[in-house]
């Protein structure tokens, strides 16, 4: 997946490469003290209504800024987190900042501003998902920020919920009870059952990326716009908001558009990107 981002430049050209130069025995050993160090930061990616083109939220991506590698993304490094355990206290402290920094934009947010409050999306890997502390923490990050639990949507990715039974998804219920949006990630990639999703506590699918690439054409491949219609007239049926990845030119998002899709994110609006500008582009959209 990482392979085809091609320019985003906090992306190594060949991450597989890379990462066999590196040495995965290398990265794993500095995982925990990276993260003692403080060497891990967050970029955020907006999110756009495809109506009106305004600024709806971003996603939060993590990096690490590594002493001698440079900027790695997280494809270099959540797997190794993941296997080793370490993505517990690692997405807990991406959870933590990211509502820190989304709270902080709440309270810049001008009274009586057009412009609602940004929601904040953060990932959630399998590993997480089974931790029993998962609910517990979430819980205890937003009190301790006064965020709003509508503001923050946790996305988790559709093969991480194949198959999933009651134990698996009660904490995902529990977080959907207190107001927490649910976000269905790559959507389309993990051959679900679709009648499944009537199951899931989930208010959001994201549209996998091989859909947006899809539309790179005008007019689209017909089976292609179909299947997209297909899934957004099932979505909106079950009241499930749908976002697009990897929206990389206005002839995809404008296809998408037309499609029925309501919010999208790619680099055609923006790239990932430090919180601060950010917060120009929403408050751009006021004017
Ligand atoms: P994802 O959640 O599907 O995130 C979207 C990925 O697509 C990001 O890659 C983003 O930079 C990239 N992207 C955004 N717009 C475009 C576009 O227009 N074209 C293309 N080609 N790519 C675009 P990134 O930042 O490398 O993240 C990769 C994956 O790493 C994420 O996929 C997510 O699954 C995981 N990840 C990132 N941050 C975290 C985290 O804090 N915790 C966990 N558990 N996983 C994370
Ligand atoms: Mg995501
Ligand atoms: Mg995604
Ligand atoms: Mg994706």
Redesign the pocket.
């Known amino acids: ?2 392979k ?3 320019g ?1 430049r906090f ?1 190594l050209a060949d991450p597989e490469a890379d990462a066999r130069a590196i040495t995965r025995h290398g990265l794993t050993t500095a995982l925990p003290a990276a993260l003692e160090r403080g060497e891990f930061f967050i ?1 955020y ?1 907006p999110l756009v209504h495809l109506g009106d083109g305004r600024v709806h939220g971003a ?4 990096r690490w800024l590594h002493p001698q590698h440079g900027v790695l ?3 270099h490094f ?1 797997p190794l987190a993941e296997h080793t355990g370490l ?1 517990v206290p690692l ?1 807990r402290w ?1 959870l933590q900042e990211a509502v820190r920094q989304a709270r902080f934009w709440h309270e810049q947010a001008e009274p009586g501003c057009s412009v609602p409050p940004l929601r904040i999306n ?4 399998p590993t ?1 998902l089974h931790h029993p502390g998962l609910v517990a923490d979430t819980v205890d990050v937003l009190e301790r920020s006064g965020l709003p639990p509508g503001a923050l949507c946790l ?1 988790v ?1 559709e093969s991480a919920l194949i198959g999933a039974d009651e134990d698996l998804l009660k904490p995902l219920r529990q977080l959907a009870e207190m107001g927490v949006d649910i976000a269905l ?2 959507f389309g990639t993990g051959y679900s059952n679709l009648a499944n999703l009537r199951r899931l506590p989930v208010r959001v699918l ?1 549209l996998d ?1 091989s859909f947006t690439r899809g539309m790179q054409q005008h007019p689209a491949d017909p089976v292609d716009r179909k299947i997209v219609e297909g899934i957004v007239s099932l979505a909106h049926s079950l009241e499930l908001a749908v976002t697009v ?4 030119t206005g002839v995809q998002a404008e296809q998408l558009r037309e499609l029925g899709c309501d919010t999208a ?4 609006y923006a ?2 990107g430090p919180p601060d500008r950010l917060h120009t582009l929403s408050l751009a959209d006021a004017v």
């Open positions: 997946r990482a085809s981002a091609g985003n992306e970029e990616q996603e939060a991506l993590v993304g997280p494809d959540i993505i997405g991406v953060v990932n959630l890997s997480q996305e990715t990630d790559d994201k990326r990845e990897g929206v990389e994110q790619g680099w055609y790239r990932p």
